[in-house]
């Protein structure tokens, strides 16, 4: 069925596996921002929800900052938020609501704030303020346009001294590696030859439980996002040695009948007690629940193995939605809440 290009092409009218295909570019797009004279900056705050947020969950992984960092989704910020704050107000389509009231509110806390967005409501509050804005492409869907984030993170951390130097240039070299790493996932890639399609054959008519360690756990979160809302498919996503303080013993009972698969990714850059818990825990949990669908990322370094990894979920989630008969691109429960909301 996956092999059947036309199927795929009515199926996948707005052609988010092109989008996919495309995205190593993403991590190479220049802003030429010009930033202002900050001052003092204690820590930073990014506030996002969805496909807006993910990319900052790379950051802890990779490159890691120099200061304090937490996300926020939600209303409201955290009580320290100062004048020494850098909030970095993140909305791919800049009308979250839950974005727009912590920006107030950043704005109230004489915050530094910035802002990432492609249009709406924040990107427009950041030319009235005069708010240095990230201006990110529109035209495709926020949980596709992650690696435009993840670029304007570094466009903006690195020339503050807030993360590592040389870490924008890494990202770039990246990007040109993962842009050769692509081929094997393609849509004229028959299913024999492409481990895509056949991990989502492994998936259908399942709910979708991953797992990683910390390190991969960025690329392990962007796979339950893509499975969530371009399969719609339900999916959930936890990581390792957390695992094994509560959900590892859920397996291990009820119900009995489990209509789950179990992805688990495995680095190589993990802690080495990390590596070892998944061997153990497979061992213990064997009979009891499905036997993990193990990926091994390909990368020498961890960002290679976060966004190979990434890049990898994306494929897989939508030839899942295919399967699903489904158009993997619109979020029309989505909308329909955000009408209802207003």
């Known amino acids: 069925m996956l092999d059947d290009l036309k199927m ?14 495309k995205q190593y570019k993403q991590l190479l797009h220049d802003y030429q921002m010009k930033l202002p004279a900050f001052g003092k900056i204690s820590n930073v705050i990014l506030a996002g ?35 020494q704050t850098l909030f970095i107000s993140s909305s791919y389509s800049g009308n979250t609501e839950e974005t727009l009231a912590a920006v107030a509110e950043a704005e ?11 249009g709406g409501k924040l990107a427009a509050i950041a030319r009235e303020k005069q708010y240095p804005l990230f201006n990110i492409p529109d035209g495709i869907q926020p949980r596709m346009s992650s690696f435009f984030f993840l670029a304007a993170f570094l466009q903006l951390l690195e020339p503050l001294g807030l993360v590592e130097k040389g870490k924008l240039a890494e990202l770039r070299r990246a990007g040109e590696w993962l842009s050769q790493q692509l081929a094997d996932w393609r849509a004229d890639i028959p299913t024999a030859k492409n481990p895509a399609k056949r991990l989502a054959l492994d998936l259908v008519g399942k709910s979708v439980v991953v797992y990683s360690g910390p390190r991969l756990f960025p690329a392990a979160n962007k796979w339950k996002i893509c499975f969530n809302e371009n399969a719609k498919n339900i999916a959930w996503v936890n990581q390792y040695p957390e695992f094994n303080h509560n959900e590892f013993i859920g397996w291990s009972a009820q119900p009995l009948d489990k209509p789950y698969a179990v992805i688990e990714i495995r680095s190589s850059l993990e802690n080495e007690r990390v590596q070892k818990r998944f ?64």
């Open 279 to 342: 061997i153990v825990s497979q061992r213990l949990l064997s009979g009891k629940r499905p036997e993990p669908l193990v990926v091994e990322p390909l990368g020498e370094t961890l960002l290679e193995q976060l966004l190979w990894t990434a890049n990898l979920g994306d494929f897989t989630s939508l030839y899942l939605a295919l399967l699903n008969g489904l158009n993997p691109t619109p979020v029309d429960l989505v909308e329909k809440l955000k009408k209802l909301l207003v």
């Open 108 to 118: 109230v806390k004489k915050a530094m704030v910035v802002v990432i967005a492609a």
């Open 49 to 83: 929800m969805g496909g807006s947020a993910l990319p900052a969950v790379f950051l802890r992984s990779w490159p890691g900052t120099l200061v304090p960092f937490e996300i926020v989704r939600d209303y409201n910020l955290p009580s320290y938020v100062g004048p």
């Open 8 to 21: 795929i092409h009515e199926r996948d009218s707005q052609d988010a596996l092109g989008v996919a295909e």
